[in-house]
């Protein structure tokens, strides 16, 4: 098994894109444009605060981070575990919202900053081309759509194989993603990216499977983790709208 690198994160661009037998730093999905030699860092500025829920629960899966957003988690009393935590000396926000009887399957939701001055439609557009970038070099791993709403518009973004890091480099902020010979999927993830006033903010969901998926039931894999981020993108859509966007 190869497994690759992708270092997507929100607070500082990315542009080096490289093929590789090896673990290879690739665009930035998130970040503005502008080439840098080194890694990005990640640092929890704060502990780890993790929930544990226990099997029907009465939580309402009420879910927000100041005024950047707010939401209702879906399928809350199925959720065992909810993780919260900043990085960075506060700047990125991170969570993670784990579930039982789904395989291995988490729903993150993580925040960072816009550069002063740049428009919605410049970082999406640069979050668009630098993730384009990877789905031209690697059309087996990636497919990205644009989509509208509420929040105005935001990317889709579709990843066969991708893996969670350590917490020094935190899913979906850094995504490794694992070539297998056999070509089928073992992990997949979904993820919606949205720039709101000064914020990005992304949903992701990732799956594990505990039997390998060959090509015929792909389509099912998808269109399940899909309809499950995209609940929680419709709930986010719905409350953040009526929250102030933040100006720099």
Known sequence: M????????????????????????????????????A???????????????????????????????????PRPTDVKSLTVAMYNSNTLYYSKAMYRDMDTTGLFVVTSTVPAGRS??????????LNQENAAAY??????????GPLGP?????????IAGPKDRPFPFVRHVANHADGQLRTLSVHRLFVRGSDRIEVAGLRYFSTPIGMDGEGDAVATLSALVESAVDSLQ???????PRVQ
């Open 238 to 244: 719905s409350c953040s709208t009526n929250l102030p």
């Open 2 to 37: 190869n497994i690759r690198k992708l270092i997507l994160f929100l607070h500082k661009p990315m542009t080096l894109l490289r093929r590789s037998a090896v673990p290879v730093l690739l665009a930035a999905a998130l970040g503005s444009a502008g080439p840098t030699a």
């Open 120 to 129: 919605v439609e410049k970082e999406i557009g640069n979050m668009e081309a």
């Open 154 to 162: 935001s990317l889709l973004l579709t990843i066969r194989n991708a």
């Open 39 to 73: 890694q990005p860092s990640f640092q929890p500025s704060t502990k780890f605060h993790e929930t544990e829920f226990v099997r029907g629960n009465a939580w309402d899966g009420d879910h927000r981070f100041g005024n950047v957003f707010c939401m209702t988690i």
């Open 139 to 148: 059309p087996d791993n990636f497919k990205q759509g644009r989509m509208t």
